[in-house]
């Protein structure tokens, strides 16, 4: 039996991961894999010899998907089993697939590749055992005080963490599809409109198209996000009721559904997302611009955003591309802020959240100081 009051080193799990590389994941219950196994005990994942299988699963699910949402991770993912319908599949086909990932061979992938991505997921099992060993740490101070509620209070934080990870880039995606459409709407100039001293070049429409490069980033980056969210939690949103679940579902749905680009691209962009340097903008279109396929996604993108610009009344909008993004991106933030403050009333007892700042205030608020201080 799996002795849960010890971390497993770092050996025994390399060792319990080949032989779950061996065998595959429809093989785990009869499989002995004593670290995997004290370490799902260890995470909270397992209590029982009935639940070991299934807290191991869930404890590499886990591991796995702090990989990064990419490449590597599905790599793992596919030599492990934990891929969607490839748990039954024989090692060779599993480790092919592994390898096609990497763009290499698969002899190439298993005397390398394979060893280094096996003690990725080992030093993540880690990482979880330690986390879960300080959690209880702080749970049984906070019990001191809040006995009653503290250790559902800290699953719904950790639970909303990965909310707004989601959060950030929707956000950010309607600031810059919004910031886009008003740049076009200017009147084309010479000078920096908030700036018109400045001898600082100025092109309308460069200006626009870069904000729809940040957008397309930033659609990229939810992608990646929910990508991260499926594996860590399947998907599965907990929040005040089933209403507001199915409302936070079908915005983020709407988010990556309002435009013209195809599973492919959304795989496109996401997986190169995850492989670029720290997973920052700059490195990211430097990597991708060499692609034929980026430029033609970009080219739709930047089409999208220019259908939108001349729709002003709300039944333009409801036909425009664009603008139902912008939406569906508010929706999400607007739900996902309300819950927490229904959920967390703990936090902050009667409050409510203020009106989130915009692009287009900030830059009318810019010209506004630009036309008084000149006046």
């Known amino acids: 039996m799996a002795d849960a009051s010890r971390t497993p080193s770092y050996d025994e799990l390399i060792k319990d991961l080949n032989r779950l590389r061996a065998d595959g994941l429809g093989s785990l219950r009869r499989l002995p894999v004593p670290a995997l196994t004290n370490a799902s005990r260890l995470g909270e994942y397992s209590a029982s010899p009935e639940t070991d299988a299934a807290g191991v699963r869930m404890l590499l699910k886990e591991a796995v998907a702090t990989l990064g949402g990419g490449s590597i991770q599905e790599s793992a993912e596919y030599l492990l089993g934990l891929y969607p319908g490839t748990a039954l599949w024989p090692q060779v086909d599993r480790r092919r697939e592994a390898a096609e990932l990497y763009g290499v061979v698969p002899d190439t992938f298993r005397k390398g590749h394979e060893r280094r991505l096996l003690g990725e997921v080992a030093e993540a099992i880690l990482v979880i055992c330690q986390d879960a060993s300080l959690r209880r740490a702080r749970l049984e101070l906070q019990e001191r005080r809040h006995p009653a509620d503290s250790r559902l209070a800290v699953q719904w934080v950790e639970r909303?963490?990965?909310?707004?990870?989601?959060?950030?880039?929707?956000?950010?995606?309607?600031?810059?599809?919004?910031?886009?459409?008003?740049?076009?709407?200017?009147?084309?100039?010479?000078?920096?409109?908030?700036?018109?001293?400045?001898?600082?070049?100025?092109?309308?429409?460069?200006?626009?198209?870069?904000?729809?490069?940040?957008?397309l980033f930033r659609l990229a980056e939810q992608w990646l996000e929910i990508k991260r969210f499926q594996s860590r939690h399947g998907g599965l949103w907990l929040l005040s009721d089933t209403e507001v679940e199915e409302q936070v579902a079908d915005a983020v749905y709407r988010v990556g559904w309002h435009n013209d680009l195809s599973d492919k691209d959304e795989s496109f962009l996401r997986r190169h997302l995850a492989d670029s340097r720290h997973q920052e903008a700059g490195h990211f279109w430097d990597v991708i611009q060499a692609f034929p396929q980026a430029r033609e996604i970009n080219a739709r993108w930047q089409q999208m955003i220019l259908d939108g610009v001349d729709c002003t009344s709300d039944e333009d909008k409801e036909r425009s591309q664009v603008w139902l993004t912008i939406r569906a991106c508010h929706d999400y933030c607007e739900l996902i802020d309300n819950d927490w403050l229904r959920i967390a009333d703990w936090y902050r007892p009667q409050t409510s959240p203020r009106p989130r700042v915009s692009g287009a205030s900030l830059y009318q608020e810019l010209l506004d100081r630009r036309s008084n201080s000149s006046g």
């Open 160 to 215: 909303f963490e990965a909310y707004y990870r989601i959060w950030t880039p929707i956000y950010a995606l309607a600031a810059d599809l919004e910031a886009a459409i008003e740049t076009w709407r200017e009147e084309p100039s010479e000078t920096v409109p908030w700036a018109p001293d400045s001898e600082q070049p100025y092109d309308r429409d460069q200006q626009a198209q870069g904000y729809g490069r940040s957008a």
